[in-house]
């Protein structure tokens, strides 16, 4: 037994030199390490003891000693946890290589951030709402999204790190020294952006109120027409928004004309409510619901089906037109603007806003009333009425941005500025009545001339000098108004609508025509890109986005 324990004290002494050298050549660099060395060497010595010491004492020594660095290492390890709640890094004095590990308590933490994880969770969130309220090709739900994170990180970084300070636990070199460089770049950076950016702002601007000009000193007065076919999703809004505009405009300024047709839902029903009310606040109106068995479409041509449109239009502004005088208005010739709506989402405000459009040129010149003007029309696709609306070379308009091809046109949009168009209309639209009223036989005589130079591209379709005189198109005779209509040419399905801007062109042979579109006037066919085009995109944040994006 002398022998075994001999050995055993032999051994236990070698360990103990052992130890001693490796302190003296190599000292860890953490605590982690000199527990994992001190485990090791235990373990080696009871395996080369294993097979010498009796078991007796086997037990009461080599597993005495394991048993110890067991619960050394486990009150070292909650040392470590508790150092972990109070230091995100080990200090200074350790191996600085260290603490860039993918174990450090400082990425442990920032992984196991529930604030910064949460704000993630939001900004992904953002990112697909936006993307399934408006499935529009757009980098601004990303752009949304990635800030919505930015700001996360930018904000648990700051926190924490004037926590640490505040706390004083450490010294003020020892918490800096937990961040690299580059995190504090990123955090510098990150924090001047998101200041610009509130300094931007989150809130759309708001409208500004101003009472339509007077045209040659003389009181303005507005002809309101609409036509309505299953338009209940749109209608409740759309007459709260008309009443609003009436009263800005004034009461007794203002005449309101409706033809509904064929309508399958409540739409009947609304506007007999629209007409209640009107009645109950003493504003002339007109308002007709028919019902004719007739359909817009489908029809076998687009001829017909555009014909019926154009009878439809017609009879909603027949109270300044009518040769019949009990249909005509008494005082029809006071009117100086027809104000034409399509079943749209509008604000009011824009519209007080599209009446009050004047162009003015690079010399700041203004060019004075206009023959009609134009809102900017906007659906799922992008610019919607594109087969109406033709810029100033008489090309179509494109549905994305920047609609036009000169660039004129381009930085006038980006400006808000009115542009030239050579036609349009685009769901709301302003025209001076002049042309569209009732004329007595005796009033003016003749026909106006064939119009030059409107064989450009875009007109071609319509007039073309192979055409005496315009035979595409009726003749045009001061004492008639311009009306809706069709083509002559049955292969040229053009709109109506487009058809009025043209005839404008040809009512005025001594003049350029002058239409414009008005792009700070946005409407739509459904509110959600109602509120895409008024809301969203009216955040100085995401028009500072854009302006980056399209600064070309």
């Not at 042979?509 to 009216?538: Q, T």
């Given at each position: ?437 009732f004329h007595d036989s005796g009033d003016l005589d003749g026909s106006i001339p064939a119009v030059g130079g409107l064989e450009k591209r875009g007109w071609r379709m319509i007039d073309n000098s192979s055409y005496p005189h315009s035979v595409s198109s009726p003749v045009l005779i001061h004492q008639n108004p311009i009306e809706f209509r069709t083509s002559n040419i049955s292969q ?61």
């Open positions: 037994m002398s022998r075994y324990f001999s050995t055993l004290s032999h051994n236990i002494s070698s360990l103990i030199n052992d130890i001693r050298s490796y302190s003296h050549t190599s000292t860890p660099t953490t605590r982690n390490d000199q527990r994992d060395i001190s485990l090791s060497t235990s373990r080696n010595t009871y395996r080369r003891l294993n097979g010498q010491v009796p078991p007796e004492v086997r037990d009461n020594t080599v597993h005495g000693i394991l048993e110890e660095d067991e619960e050394e290492d486990e009150e070292e390890e909650q040392d470590d946890n508790d150092e972990g709640d109070e230091s995100d890094s080990p200090p200074p004095s350790y191996n600085a290589a260290t603490t860039s590990t993918s174990t450090s308590p400082s990425r442990k933490r920032l992984r196991r951030n529930p604030v910064f994880s949460l704000f993630v969770v939001i900004g992904i969130g953002w990112t697909a709402g936006l993307y399934l309220t408006y499935p529009f090709p757009t980098t601004i739900p990303l752009f949304v999204g990635s800030l919505i994170i930015l700001f996360g990180w930018t904000i648990t970084t700051l926190t924490d790190l004037v926590f640490s300070l505040l706390r004083q636990r450490e010294s003020t070199t020892t918490i800096m020294a937990r961040y690299t460089p580059l995190r504090k770049m990123g955090l510098a950076i990150s924090t001047v952006f998101l200041i610009y950016l509130f300094n931007l702002g989150f809130t759309p601007q708001t409208h500004t109120q101003s009472s339509p000009a007077a045209m040659d000193g003389s009181k303005e007065k507005y002809f309101i027409a609409a036509n309505m076919h299953n338009n209940e999703a749109v209608l409740s809004e759309w007459s709260s928004q008309l009443i609003k505009l009436i009263f800005h405009l004034g009461r007794d300024n203002v005449y309101v004309s409706i033809y509904e047709s064929n309508s399958r839902d409540s739409t009947k029903h609304l506007l007999s409510v629209l007409n209640t009310t009107l009645e109950n606040l003493s504003i002339e109106h007109r308002i007709i619901t028919d019902e004719d068995n007739k359909h817009w479409w489908p029809y076998a041509t687009a001829v017909e089906r555009i014909e019926y449109l154009a009878n439809a239009r017609n009879i909603a502004i027949e109270p300044l037109q009518s040769p019949d005088p009990h249909i005509r208005l008494n005082g029809y010739r006071e009117y100086t603007k027809i104000l034409f709506f399509n079943d749209v989402w509008f604000d009011w405000r824009d519209i007080v806003k599209l009446l009050n459009t004047r162009y003015k040129s690079d010399s700041k010149e203004d060019e004075g009333e206009y023959d009609q003007v134009c809102a900017m029309d906007f659906g799922s696709s992008g610019l919607y009425d594109t087969w109406v609306a033709r810029d100033v070379c008489g090309t179509p308009l494109r549905p994305f941005w920047p609609y036009v091809k000169d660039g004129e046109s381009i930085e006038r949009i980006r400006k808000g500025e009115p542009i030239r168009v050579s036609a349009c209309w685009n769901g709301v639209t302003v025209l001076n009545a002049r042309p569209f009223l040229c399905d053009h709109s109506e609508c487009f058809l009025i801007s043209y005839d404008l062109h040809r009512y005025y042979p001594d003049r350029p025509v002058k239409i414009y579109m008005n792009p700070e006037v946005k409407v739509a066919y459904e509110r959600n890109w109602f509120n895409w085009h008024n809301v969203v995109l009216e955040i100085p944040i995401i028009k500072w986005w854009l302006s980056g994006l399209f600064c070309s």
